[in-house]
């Protein structure tokens, strides 16, 4: 069926899709044995123990740091801007991140994306602000808790350290299981539990290893990684001369008819 017009929306072509009576499949179907995911998660977990271990070792022999509680959990308040911006990619690139924007770009076209990331990264230019008045006023705090303590008293500081515990594992929670949910779609034979406890036991070995700092060099090589699938999904999507349904935008009008 040759479409002579282009569709502009997600409306017109579901309707067109109804009308042509076709049946559409919808969901994943899983691909990936159980072992590949085993392999992944030993390859990952190997990895990120050594980058953790190996930022002990260098912080410790090297740049003589205590191994206490206060380095354990702030990395010694020694984060360069570079690894902050890294971790920041890293740790906002959420599953529902990709998926919004990738639903409000086939909705609104390339205005969609735009408009989402500009509304998510105000937040983050606001407590940036914030934060340099916290270290210009209060330069002994290394946490907002800290600096809620001095200015308000224990009472004030005992709440919001039980919103902030809260709020951390909520947000621990939820992308854990976002995360295994996508593991069982793709890998045949996978539980939710297995899958919510391989995430953990790796998160949790390099964590425990290197503390907080190793986390920002874990999340440096996570950014990587995005990049480069953002950058390889782009380039299947835009330019790929294949016959597939995800080739070649300018030979296909709803994504499905040619």
């Known amino acids: 069926m040759s479409i002579s017009r282009m569709y502009r929306n997600t409306r017109e072509c579901q309707a067109l899709i109804n009308a042509s009576g076709v049946a559409i499949s919808v969901g994943i179907t899983p691909s990936l044995e159980l072992w590949h995911i085993y392999l992944t998660f030993i390859i990952l977990g190997v990895c990120t123990t050594l980058v953790a271990?190996?930022?002990?070792?260098?912080?410790?022999?090297?740049?003589?740091?205590?191994?206490?509680?206060?380095?354990?959990?702030?990395?010694?308040?020694?984060?360069?801007?570079g690894l902050t911006?890294?971790?920041?990619?890293?740790?906002?690139?959420?599953?529902?991140?990709?998926?919004?924007?990738?639903?409000?770009?086939?909705k609104f076209g390339i205005s969609g994306p735009l408009w989402y990331a500009s509304g998510a990264t105000i937040q983050i230019l606001l407590f940036a602000m914030i934060s340099v008045q916290l270290k210009i006023r209060a330069p002994g705090a290394k946490t907002f808790l800290r600096v809620i303590q001095a200015r308000f008293g224990k009472g004030t500081h005992i709440t919001f350290t039980v919103f902030a515990l809260l709020t951390n594992v909520i947000v621990t929670a939820m992308l854990t299981l976002g995360g295994a949910a996508v593991m069982v779609n793709l890998v045949k034979g996978l539980s939710?539990?297995?899958?919510?406890?391989?995430?953990?036991?790796?998160?949790?070995?390099?964590?425990?290893?290197?503390?907080?700092?190793?986390?920002?060099?874990?999340?440096?090589?996570?950014?990587?990684?995005?990049?480069?699938?953002?950058?390889?999904?782009?380039?299947?999507?835009?330019?790929?001369?294949?016959?597939v349904l995800l080739g070649n935008v300018l030979k296909y009008k709803c994504g499905m008819y040619n």
Request: net charge neutral.
């Open 85 to 106: 911006a890294t971790t920041i990619v890293s740790q906002w690139t959420w599953a529902a991140t990709l998926l919004q924007s990738s639903s409000v770009a086939a």
């Open 53 to 81: 271990k190996g930022f002990n070792t260098i912080r410790t022999y090297i740049y003589n740091d205590q191994q206490n509680l206060d380095t354990d959990f702030d990395a010694g308040g020694k984060v360069s801007v």
């Open 192 to 243: 939710v539990e297995l899958a919510t406890g391989l995430i953990v036991l790796v998160t949790g070995t390099y964590t425990y290893i290197g503390g907080l700092g190793a986390t920002f060099y874990v999340s440096y090589i996570n950014t990587g990684f995005i990049y480069i699938i953002m950058l390889t999904f782009l380039l299947r999507v835009y330019h790929s001369p294949s016959s």
